[in-house]
């Protein structure tokens, strides 16, 4: 029985007229209602009755995910090469989202955009992180970096809050990318091969170099034609 305008104390232990609770599932004790009256002591009065009281763990209800873009192959050492301004957008799939997620036909939500950056001394890594809930992701890189060839689709990947785990299920030209590397998904760009103008000198120094060999072959043959001449008139004189 609690009795009305009395303060009683509910923890495992009171320590200056004050009670500490448990603070996880494994904190879990048995607990004793303790009543102070006016004037005495909060641990003077001890009550009989004992309870156990469970903590049960909550669950988690989002999770920290990071992205790097990085330049296709490595540097001289063998790390990835950071790259910096691609233009990136984040959805998270869903029925009665506000937008189409570009490249695809599934409706979302904008979570994020942001431009990649090299590494500094504010972000050695050069990561960029989102607190994301769980469900699917789109994320669809809308400018590549300069010198690079820019993703031909979103990478699609699924968050799990409650195991804290981010998988990636489609990567576009990179089907055997499926591992989040230490927690962070890589964002790969193929260095762009720089194709010879189109155009160029065509046909008019083989054209030209036609010309000049039968203007050859015409003199030539003039000569020829001269020169057999002179030689009958030198005969029949």
């Given at each position: 029985m609690l009795f009305w305008k009395t303060t009683y104390y509910f923890g495992k232990s009171i320590t200056n007229g004050t009670a500490n609770a448990p603070t996880d599932e494994s904190d879990a004790a048995t607990f004793t209602f303790y009543k102070q009256t006016d004037g005495e002591d909060p641990c003077a009065n001890w009550g009989d009755a004992h309870y156990v009281v469970t903590n049960a763990?909550?669950?988690?209800?989002?999770?920290?995910?990071?992205?790097?873009?990085?330049?296709?192959?490595?540097d001289t050492e063998?790390?990835?090469?950071?790259l910096a301004g691609a233009e990136l957008e984040l959805y998270m799939a869903d029925p009665s989202g506000?937008?189409?997620?570009p490249g695809t036909d599934v409706k979302g939500t904008l979570i994020n955009s942001w431009t990649s950056e090299v590494a500094s001394p504010?972000?050695?890594?050069?990561?960029?992180?989102?607190?994301?809930l769980s469900g699917t992701y789109y994320l669809v890189e809308t400018k590549?970096?300069?010198?690079?060839a820019g993703l031909t689709g979103p990478i699609i990947f699924q968050v799990d809050a409650e195991t804290g785990t981010a998988t990636i299920t489609d990567y576009p030209n990179r089907p055997e990318q499926e591992a989040v590397v230490d927690g962070v998904i890589?964002?790969?760009?193929?260095?762009?091969?720089?194709?010879?103008?189109?155009g160029g000198p065509g046909t008019f120094l083989y054209t030209a170099g036609g010309l000049l060999l039968l203007l050859c072959a015409g003199f030539l043959l003039v000569y020829n034609?001269?020169?057999?001449?002179?030689?009958e008139t030198g005969i029949s004189s």
């Open positions: 763990l909550k669950k988690p209800t989002d999770l920290e995910v990071k992205f790097a873009k990085y330049s296709d192959g490595t063998g790390n990835p090469t950071l506000d937008v189409t997620i504010e972000n050695p890594e050069g990561i960029h992180a989102e607190i994301l590549a970096p300069d010198g690079h890589p964002i790969y760009n193929s260095v762009m091969v720089t194709l010879p103008e189109t034609q001269l020169k057999c001449r002179k030689e």
